[in-house]
């Protein structure tokens, strides 16, 4: 017995009969030999921790447009947070911390520059639209390593549907949508009180009363009631009083946050350089680097050109833009 089938053993005497074990996973769409020590979702986080998307997360925006302070979140820390807080339940509840790691850690790759802002400028001008979870598979199934990760579906399945309606294949899946809920309704509220665009008076009294007043106890109790609620249920989910004070709480950042404040004031700016760069490469497609440019006659200019600004990170971004758009200054 080698070390991933110890591994695998293990799993199968202490993890829940409604876990998802490594060694039943439903495979990859390229079949490989097995690794002698790690299992088949610990591999999948490893190849996401090691990609090219990965690493570039640490310079895309999270609410704040390219933060100067040294505290706020980025989209890696955001992806961080997510995947402490998804550990922490999976492994109360006795499901699988790799799976819902591996998930955690890839289901923001597809994020554009510019957080939202950058995903509703493409989103406007693409034709089929733009959705950084369809995205985020696509890179890790595509774009990396010039062929894709080759991940289980498992992953691949809780990356796609992190957010939207439909309910992830796994409980760990699960795990990982709703911690990304906790994760950034937490976080942005503390990252939009150290940045001055709300108060600590100004978040409804109702929901902190039942949700909890400080920043870290919000999320031990939002956390702790998740793994309450999940011995009576057959999916993970808050229940009602907490699940209705987390979606009002939301509601509240909408509306004093994630629209029209200053934490905002710069999104219309991003949305232009996002835009512009855009109609700039259908315009000269030529100017693309070599590897977008040969995949033009396999998914389309279109697409391209998507792929590529969707993995710019905010800086880079902006050089482009002042590369193409900006005079430069003249040398002697």
């Known amino acids: ?111 554009t520059p510019f957080g939202h802002a950058g995903e509703n400028a493409l989103n406007g001008v693409l034709r089929k639209g733009f959705r950084h979870n369809e995205q985020s598979l696509r890179v890790v199934d595509v774009l990396e390593k010039d062929g894709g990760l080759n991940l289980t579906i498992e992953v691949r399945d809780g990356i796609l549907h992190h957010t939207g309606p439909q309910t992830p294949l796994t409980l760990e899946g699960q795990i990982v949508k709703i911690s990304d809920r906790i994760a950034y309704i937490n976080h942005d509220i503390d990252d939009a009180i150290r940045g001055g665009i709300i108060t600590k008076e100004q978040l409804p009294g109702d929901c902190l009363d039942i949700l909890g007043h400080e920043h870290r106890e919000r999320i031990n109790n939002m956390i ?56 700039h490469f259908q315009e000269n497609d030529e100017l693309l680097p070599k590897e977008y440019q040969q995949r033009i006659s396999i998914c389309g200019k279109e697409q391209s050109i998507s792929d590529y600004i969707a993995g710019m990170t905010d800086r880079y971004a902006i050089r482009a833009y002042q590369k193409y758009f900006l005079p430069a200054p003249w040398e002697e």
Do not use: W
């Open 1 to 111: 017995m080698n070390i991933r089938q110890y591994a695998e053993k293990t799993e199968k005497c202490l993890l829940s009969k409604r876990a998802c074990l490594s060694s039943a996973s439903r495979g990859r769409s390229l079949p490989e030999e097995e690794c002698t020590v790690r299992t088949a979702f610990q591999r999948d986080r490893d190849r996401i921790i090691h990609s090219k998307s990965f690493r570039r997360l640490k310079d895309k925006t999270q609410v704040f447009t390219i933060p100067e302070g040294d505290h706020y979140r980025t989209r890696l820390t955001h992806t961080l947070e997510v995947a402490q807080i998804a550990r922490t339940i999976a492994r109360a509840l006795r499901l699988n911390e790799d799976l819902t790691e591996a998930i955690s850690l890839g289901h923001d790759l597809g994020h």
């Open 224 to 279: 702790l009631n998740l793994i309450h609620s999940f011995r009576d249920s057959e999916v993970i989910s808050m229940s009602p009083d907490y699940l209705s004070a987390t979606n009002r709480l939301r509601e509240f950042l909408f509306e004093h946050v994630y629209v029209g404040s200053d934490a905002k004031r710069e999104e219309s700016k991003a949305r232009h350089v996002v835009t512009c760069l855009f109609t």
